[in-house]
């Protein structure tokens, strides 16, 4: 069965400066989807960026870039020029390329960003 | 506008006494599914749709049931609520599988049982 693991339960980060979070997985497949979403206190889910591993070129949207290392299994979100509205619980989804609909979410990182 | 429509916002009940949580969707997506939100566990799936009256089990099924009679429409059943059933619920729906349909979420519903 997949799993993914975020293990920074909650980070903090100036306004301007960059921060970058952490996802690992583990799975025995060769292609699938990875997916950041981000939650603000509204609660409301928001897709952030996407990537599908069988795409070596890390996905970039604006301020918001992923490492992508399919042999280590590693799914790291980089967010510059950090801003107080990407204050929020980020979190990494993992979905198979083929076959079923499910979706396996990490435990989430908040992530708040100071003045 | 193209939504995904939870309701209600927030319930109170009681142990025993049956709920539905509606879903609906207005984007005509194929693809729909229920979760639930606990501090330290994250999002986990409970069921979800891949067609009408096609649903399957997600990775915690236990105590609830789920209806895809219509396209539009999949509410969550819990007919005999639990205080361990307490939680954040999400509905979100999507056009297809994959990188090109990602998820679209309705605003939550926060349930507590009594």
């Known amino acids: 069965a997949q799993t993914v693991t975020q293990s920074q339960p909650e980070m903090s980060v100036q306004e301007a400066e960059t921060v970058t979070l952490s996802c690992t997985y583990d799975?025995?497949?060769?292609?699938?989807?990875l997916f950041w979403y981000k939650q603000p206190p509204s609660r409301q889910m928001i897709l952030v960026i996407r990537q599908e591993a069988y795409k070596q070129q890390n996905a970039t949207e604006n301020r918001f870039s992923v490492n992508f290392q399919k042999a280590a299994k590693s799914f790291s979100l980089k967010i510059s020029d950090s801003q107080l509205g990407d204050t929020a619980m980020y979190f990494c989804?993992?979905?198979?390329?083929?076959?079923?609909?499910?979706?396996?979410f990490g435990t989430g990182t908040r992530l708040k960003v100071l003045a | 506008e193209a939504q995904v429509t939870q309701n209600p916002r927030y319930l109170i009940t009681v142990t025993g006494k049956k709920l539905t949580v509606t879903c609906s969707q207005n984007m005509n997506h194929e693809y729909m599914s229920w979760y639930r939100q606990d501090p330290g566990l994250g999002l986990r799936q409970i069921y979800y749709?891949?067609?009408?009256?096609?649903?399957d089990k997600g990775d915690v099924p236990e105590g609830y049931k789920v209806s895809r009679k219509e396209k539009r429409n999949f509410p969550l059943i819990l007919e005999s609520p639990s205080p361990n059933q307490t939680s954040l619920y999400f509905c979100?729906?999507?056009?297809?599988?994959?990188?090109?349909?990602?998820?679209?979420f309705g605003n939550g519903t926060r349930l507590t049982v009594t």
């Open positions: 799975t025995s497949e060769n292609n699938y989807y």
């Open positions: 989804a993992f979905m198979k390329h083929e076959g079923t609909y499910k979706y396996i």
């Open positions: 979100a729906s999507s056009l297809s599988r994959g990188l090109n349909s990602p998820l679209h």
């Open positions: 749709s891949m067609n009408v009256e096609v649903t």
